[in-house]
């Protein structure tokens, strides 16, 4: 059984930082690619990261980049979301995802496992 969960979310100052955390089980975790995602309230789902299955290689949204660093431990079977410089439009419920495909792909449908999800809420 495939399993996603996501941990580290909680309530934040604007400027403040924080880091997620994701940890997989049941699929061979350095095959995957993994992605981060965030719905807000009203909106929907929209993509902020992703690292290749070796984690050389990474993308960002644009909303994020410069600010969001994602990286993984193939050993612990884990993905990581360092979040800085939060700013309120940040508040969400992050997802990590895993996907086989090996080319970077942004879309939800790209994406075969998902977590339940870690709430985000930055303050201004």
């Known amino acids: 059984q495939v399993q996603l969960v996501e941990s580290g979310g909680g309530v934040v100052q604007a400027g403040d930082s924080l880091r997620l955390s994701c940890a997989v089980s049941?699929?061979?975790?350095?095959?995957?690619?993994m992605g981060w995602f965030r719905q807000a309230p009203g909106k929907e789902r929209e993509y902020v990261a992703r690292?290749?299955?070796?984690?050389?290689?990474?993308d960002y949204a644009d909303s994020v980049k410069g600010r969001f660093a994602v990286s993984r431990d193939n050993a612990k079977k884990m993905v990581y979301l360092q979040m800085n410089s939060l700013k309120p439009e940040d508040a969400a419920v992050y997802y990590c995802?895993?996907?086989?495909?090996?080319?970077?792909?942004?879309?939800?449908?790209?994406?075969?496992?998902w977590g339940q999800g870690t709430q985000v809420t930055v303050s201004s």
């Open positions: 995802a895993a996907s086989s495909l090996l080319f970077v792909v942004r879309a939800e449908h790209g994406y075969m496992y």
């Open positions: 049941g699929l061979p975790f350095g095959s995957y690619a």
């Open positions: 690292i290749d299955f070796s984690g050389q290689s990474t």
